[in-house]
């Protein structure tokens, strides 16, 4: 019983760092490295938990400030 719930904990771990992986390759990234993001796509789907690894340290452009900035006008509305 133990050994069923262990095995279905870790299929459940591996679902989904496939479904995070996939999203981030798939759906959030704008460019990547080194390959095509189909590309991506299928090495994160052949190389579990390998290829999502690869992809987060190698092929994914990280930036700095990705969520947009707030500008003044927005955080303090005017008084009238």
Do not use: D, H, K, N
């Amino acid at each position: 019983m133990l050994a069923a719930l262990a095995l279905l904990l870790g299929l459940a771990l591996l679902i989904g760092w496939e479904i995070l992986c996939l999203g981030q390759v798939v759906v959030l990234a704008e460019r990547v490295r080194f390959l095509p993001r189909w590309l991506w796509a299928v090495a994160c789907l052949i190389f579990i938990p390998l290829g999502g690894i690869l992809y987060l340290l190698v092929g994914r452009v990280w930036t700095r400030g990705a969520t947009p900035s707030l500008s003044r006008s927005s955080r303090c509305p005017t008084r009238i």
